[in-house]
């Protein structure tokens, strides 16, 4: 029987309590990366860390007493302290006419938990984190989706407005500050 790993990703909703700028090195602060508190539904309490490779989507500004979802890599290592902290993959202000999904989408365009496939056309808006053009092909990819409406099937089949494009450090797929070399 062949392993398939799925939901490399996994989603905290809630609202944004605090924020503050992370520290770096010995310098201290230099206001690139920012702690987000968040509180969920049920009163838990975690920390996600956006950094310039963490895809906000729309571009909005995160303040406290916004609804956000922060995602995150499953895989990814995590300090053991409480509250717990994450590094945020994709943020989005949460809003009712939209629905957002991130997920490892096969050649099929169908995403790891099998609960989504993509019908993408010319009107589809690919992009990469950085906002611009995506002109390769996003099968086989991490992506953020954004849809409005999709079928009953199953999986449910969507035309999504957007599609956000989480290019990796070359397939590696990690995600995590320290896969990045340091300067």
Not at 53 to 70: P, Q, S
């Amino acid at each position: 029987m062949d392993w398939v790993q799925r939901g490399l990703f996994t989603s905290v909703e809630g609202v944004i309590v605090d924020m503050n700028a992370a520290r770096e090195g010995e310098d201290g602060l230099n206001g690139c990366n920012l702690y987000f508190t968040v509180e969920d539904d049920d009163g838990n309490t975690m920390v996600f860390l956006v950094t310039k490779d963490t895809c906000v989507i729309g571009g909005v500004t995160l303040k406290e007493g916004m609804r956000v979802g922060f995602w995150y890599r499953t895989d990814a290592p995590i300090p053991l302290i409480y509250p717990p902290q994450y590094y945020a993959v994709v943020a989005a202000e949460m809003r009712g006419d939209r629905m957002i999904d991130v997920s490892h989408y096969d050649d099929s365009l169908v995403n790891a938990e099998q609960t989504l496939q993509l019908q993408l056309d010319w009107s589809v808006a690919m992009r990469t984190v950085n906002h611009q053009i995506f002109l390769g092909s996003p099968a086989g990819r991490d992506l953020a989706v954004i849809y409005t409406t999709s079928t009953r099937s199953i999986p449910a089949q969507t035309t999504p407005t957007q599609v956000v494009v989480l290019c990796d450090d070359g397939g590696q797929g990690c995600f995590s500050p320290d896969c990045y070399p340091q300067a």
